[in-house]
């Protein structure tokens, strides 16, 4: 089992930026894909960037594409989302989790392991 918590979220106008972290501990994290997922008010998780195990190929969802960028530095257990350029519609409470495979992947249930999620707020 892995443990993740999640950091870096806040309130931002928009245009600006934000950077999330996810610090991980437990199970080998280094040997899996982990990705960020979001959910706002009322919508269903969904998919906004996952990496594989090295780092090596990342996947973004459109709406974020080109904005947002994720990393990872195994050697701190710890994973990255870059956000630039927010806009309102990013409002949502973000989610990191590992993977149950090596290779990165989109779906919620490609996931094992969740963080409590940390909110991110984007005014107009």
């Known amino acids: 089992q892995v443990q993740l918590v999640e950091s870096g979220g806040g309130l931002v106008q928009a245009g600006g930026s934000l950077r999330l972290s996810c610090a991980a501990s437990?199970?080998?994290?280094?040997?899996?894909?982990t990705g960020w997922f979001r959910q706002a008010p009322g919508k269903e998780r969904e998919f906004v960037a996952a990496?594989?195990?090295?780092?090596?190929?990342?996947y973004y969802a459109d709406s974020v594409k080109g904005r947002f960028t994720i990393s990872r530095d195994n050697a701190k257990n710890t994973v990255y989302l870059q956000m630039n350029s927010l806009k309102p519609e990013d409002t949502a409470v973000y989610y990191c989790?590992?993977?149950?495979?090596?290779?990165?992947?989109?779906?919620?249930?490609?996931?094992?392991?969740w963080g409590q999620g940390t909110q991110v707020t984007v005014s107009s």
């Open positions: 989790a590992v993977g149950r495979y090596r290779t990165a992947a989109t779906a919620t249930s490609d996931f094992g392991s």
């Open positions: 437990g199970r080998t994290f280094s040997s899996y894909a």
């Open positions: 990496i594989n195990w090295s780092g090596g190929s990342t």
